[in-house]
């Protein structure tokens, strides 16, 4: 149904949005290792490998990782793991990638926690989530899936983000109050986007100095 949902007029659009901002952040990243949490189906798993990434994808669902494992997405490797408990050492990977999962997780903090344990200092982490001030955060409550999610604001990406360094803000999908696309036309500013993208670096700690 996830993936159906991308091969409809809307869902095509959408991701296209989507994937734009992602892009602008991957741009300017050395390709290697990529991290990714909450992989689900593997839709934003072959994106990262088109990119140039090795991907390692993570999700607690055997389910989703069967329909991932059997698209054979060159350059990936799925694991059924928990989050919050991460099997890799510390500072193992220079870039981490979550799009839509820490609206659907019980403890978004302790993920934060693990992803800061295996990120590498100077390495990037890049989110995407699903903003509560949108037109679609107005109406979450209606939908069988998002309701049991958490939205944010983008204040609160901000926050979530900032343990790690200074988060560059980007946004997208502007849906008016009638759910058509806004993205690119004159009336995009009278909405808020539904998705809030955002990059941070991880902050080089050195002893008896600013971070870097």
């Known amino acids: 149904e996830y993936d159906n949902y991308y091969l409809s007029e809307t869902g095509k659009k959408i991701d ?8 602008f952040y991957l741009s300017n990243l050395l390709r290697g290792n990529l991290l990714e949490l909450g992989s689900g189906t593997g839709h934003w798993t072959s994106f990262f490998c088109q990119k140039g990434f ?30 919050g408990h991460l099997p890799f ?15 659907f997780v019980e403890d978004p903090a302790k993920i934060l926690d693990e992803i800061n344990r295996v990120l590498k200092p100077g390495g990037s ?19 069988p899936v998002f309701r049991n999610g958490y939205f944010y604001s983008i204040g609160e990406v901000k926050d979530m983000l900032s343990r790690f360094g200074d988060p560059v803000i980007n946004y ?12 690119g036309t004159d009336k995009q500013d009278t909405v808020q986007p539904s998705f809030i993208a955002a990059s941070v670096k991880k902050q080089i700690m050195i002893p008896g100095v600013f971070p870097v």
């Open 16 to 23: 296209k949005i989507e994937k734009q901002i992602i892009s």
């Open 89 to 103: 050492s510390d500072h193992s990977f220079p870039v981490v990638a979550t799009i839509t999962m820490l609206e």
């Open 125 to 143: 982490l890049i989110v995407g989530c699903l903003n509560k001030n949108s037109e679609l955060g107005k109406i979450k409550d209606k939908d």
């Open 172 to 183: 997208g999908v502007y849906f008016s109050p009638e759910f058509a696309i806004l993205d």
């Open 54 to 83: 090795n991907v390692t994808a993570i999700d607690e669902s055997e389910a989703m990782i069967k329909i991932a494992n059997s698209k054979k997405i060159s350059n990936a490797s799925f694991l059924k793991a928990d989050a």
